[in-house]
């Protein structure tokens, strides 16, 4: 049925249900027009509580009942989508915001653990290792620079830190 034909049948004296038995093509030519594709019952249903709505609020001195129904219902359809649109803006917003917080929280745990791990296997380091383990990894002193720091001969520092590598290697391993 077109807009047209409706526009011939309906009036706001006819009984609820066969209103809404007559305007189910127009709900189908809204939902088609306002691309919904899933959900389609849920928003049939939405479009019979505007046609609801219409029905109760008709005033015939204020133009054509169907155009009144059509406006009603397509407005209803766009509230609701809308309505849901902002629905899930806010809840991929909110998962995105608790999921931040869980992974930061779980980075802070992972670093204060790290730090107590590392504090405890530096104390049981020797001076010159700690020294070199500064020097190398936190500074980026080259191996000529660390020797000169360490009066020691370049050999001498690639050597240590090859055995405190292993060192290390064997504490984190256990």
């Not at 009036?11 to 809204?30: A, G, K, N, W």
């Not at 054509?64 to 899930?88: D, N, W």
């Not at 001498?156 to 064997?170: E, G, H, N």
Request: hydrophobic share 35%; aromatic share 10%; with cysteine.
């Amino acid at each position: 049925m077109s807009f047209e034909k409706h526009t011939q049948i309906l009036s706001p004296e006819q009984p609820f249900e066969e209103i809404l038995e007559l305007v189910q093509p127009m709900i189908t030519s809204i939902l088609v027009k306002c691309h919904i594709y899933k959900d389609f019952e849920y928003y049939r249903h939405i479009a019979a509580i505007a046609v609801w709505k219409a029905y109760e609020n008709a005033d015939p001195s204020k133009g054509q009942y169907s155009a009144y129904i059509y406006t009603t219902v397509k407005g209803e359809i766009l509230k609701e989508l809308t309505k849901e649109r902002r629905f899930q803006d806010n809840i991929s917003l909110v998962a995105d915001d608790t999921l931040n917080i869980i992974r930061c929280r779980e980075e802070q745990i992972n670093r204060l653990e790290e730090c107590s791990l590392v504090e405890k296997i530096m104390n049981q380091l020797k001076e010159e290792e700690r020294k070199i383990l500064q020097l190398y990894y936190l500074e980026g002193y080259r191996y000529e620079e660390i020797a000169k720091v360490l009066q020691l001969s370049v050999a001498a520092v690639k050597k240590r830190r090859t055995r405190l590598m292993k060192k290390l290697r064997s504490h984190f391993c256990q």
